[in-house]
Each structure stands twice: as structure tokens, then as C-alpha cells.
């Protein structure tokens, strides 16, 4: 039955990333907004979790100093990006996890050491932890931590190699957390990657010594420390 439901996880996954580059760019924006958001749903159903309802600053209770509201990171996002290699040594952690999709992907498809999420709204937390609950049965990577604090109060863990970001936050708020992790690099030399979806700061990454290894239309990986031996 587990088999049978990932199988199908698989599928959808894929079929999203043909739909939304075939079919779903050339609609008009109207019908483009409702067909994105039952595909969200759908795809959220066969998943077994809820992610795809966006959530607006009124909601959240910040603003646009503090970050952005919440929507959904792709599911192809960490497929298109990873491909398979990322090993038992890896920890990965999401900078604004919101309701936990990228979170989930990354523990249930990939055979991390640790996979954590950071979060400013705890009911975004709360969602996240029961969509992890209920999934918990088929994550290759359980040991899972959801923590719900501002990032420029979060002390990031000297083991962190894979970062994923969906364009959380910009300016002073996303410095910080570069810097954090550029500290981190000093204190423990690795190499880490980072997954940036609308990467609206990258001439600051780029300032700051972060190399461009890949580029897809929405998303560009960085890397940054260490080399990795070939
Ligand atoms: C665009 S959403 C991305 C959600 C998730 N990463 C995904 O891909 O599904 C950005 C998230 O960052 C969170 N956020 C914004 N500013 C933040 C901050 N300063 N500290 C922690 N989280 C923050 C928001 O609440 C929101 O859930």
C-alpha cells in the first residue's frame, strides 16, 4: 500500500511539472489562478498533506519587512535540483517552511541525516507537524524538526548542507541569515548548497561568494565553502 501511494506521489509529481510547463503558463491569469490552485489541491490530496492554500500578511500578522506571506514551493522543486545526491551525512533545512511541503519532500525522498524547517507563524507549524504526522510512516529521514522562531533569532546548526529557500525574506532579515550560514562554513568547513526559488537577492549571494551551479527557470543552486572532491 505504501509502495502503491509513493508510486503515485511520483507520478503526479512529474505530471505537475509537464502541466504547469505545457499547459498551465498559457492560460489567461484568471483561469491560470483556479486551475493552479485545484491542481495544488489535488496533488495535496494524493499526498496525503495540506500545503496549498496560501496565506496573506493580514493572517500571518507581519509585513514585508519581516518576510513573505506564504505560498507553496513546487513538489518538483528538490527533484529538479538534487537528483540523487544527497547522502546519509546530509541535513537539510528550509528557511520559512510555512506548512512543511518542501520539508516532506525532503524526508521523504531523500535519505537525510536530519531534515529541519524553521518558521515564523506557528499555526503555519502546526499545520506543517500534523502534515509530517501523518506521513511519518513513509519518510526515508524521520528524524524531523519543525521549530517556530523569527530566522534573525535562529542559531543555524554547523552540520547544515543542503538550504532551501522560496524567496522568504529580502534586505537586512536575509543578510542575517547569510551571514549566519557563511559563519558556520568559517567555524565548520563543508560545502553547502543552496536551493533558491525566485532568487530576488542573488547579486548579494553572488557579493558574498556564492557560486551559481545550476540554473532552471524559477530556481537557481548555489554553492558555497568547500570544493567537493570529484
Ligand atoms: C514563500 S513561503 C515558502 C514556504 C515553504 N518554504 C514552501 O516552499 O512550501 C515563505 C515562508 O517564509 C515565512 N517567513 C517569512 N519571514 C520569515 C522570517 N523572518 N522567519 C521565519 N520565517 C519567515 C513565511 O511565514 C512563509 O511561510
New binding site residues.
Given amino acids: 500500500m505504501i509502495g502503491l501511494q509513493n508510486w503515485l506521489s511520483q507520478w503526479f509529481i512529474k505530471c505537475e511539472n509537464w502541466f504547469v510547463k505545457y499547459i498551465l503558463r498559457f492560460l489567461p491569469a484568471g483561469i491560470y489562478d483556479k486551475t493552479r490552485f485545484l491542481k495544488q489541491y489535488l496533488i495535496d490530496r494524493i499526498q496525503r498533506i495540506d500545503?496549498a492554500k496560501d496565506v496573506g500578511y493580514d493572517e500571518?500578522g507581519?509585513d514585508a519587512r519581516?518576510?513573505?506571506?506564504?505560498?507553496?514551493?513546487s513538489w518538483w522543486d528538490l527533484k529538479a535540483t538534487l537528483g540523487d545526491s544527497v547522502s546519509t551525512e546530509d541535513v537539510f533545512i528550509?528557511?520559512?517552511?510555512?506548512?512543511g511541503?518542501?520539508v516532506c519532500m525532503a524526508a521523504r525522498e531523500y535519505p537525510f541525516k536530519r531534515v529541519i524547517g524553521?518558521?515564523?507563524?506557528e499555526g503555519?507549524t502546526a499545520i506543517a507537524r500534523r502534515n509530517i504526522q501523518k506521513n511519518l510512516h513513509r519518510m526515508r529521514c524521520k528524524n524531523i524538526e519543525l521549530i517556530t522562531?523569527?530566522?534573525?533569532n535562529y542559531e543555524v546548526p554547523d552540520e547544515i548542507t543542503v538550504v532551501?529557500m522560496?524567496?522568504?525574506?529580502f534586505g537586512d532579515?536575509f543578510a542575517n541569515v547569510i551571514r549566519k550560514l557563511l559563519d558556520s562554513l568559517s567555524r565548520r568547513p563543508r560545502q553547502l548548497r543552496l536551493i533558491y526559488?525566485i532568487p530576488t537577492m542573488h547579486e548579494f549571494l553572488v557579493q558574498n561568494g556564492f557560486q551559481v551551479e545550476t540554473q532552471l527557470p524559477d530556481i537557481t543552486v548555489y554553492v558555497a565553502g568547500l570544493k567537493q572532491s570529484s
Avoid: H, W
Fill in positions: 500545503s500571518l507581519f519581516t518576510g513573505s506571506p506564504y505560498n507553496p514551493g528550509d528557511f520559512g517552511s510555512g506548512k511541503r518542501m524553521v518558521e515564523i507563524c503555519l522562531a523569527n530566522v534573525v532551501y522560496f524567496n522568504p525574506f532579515v526559488r
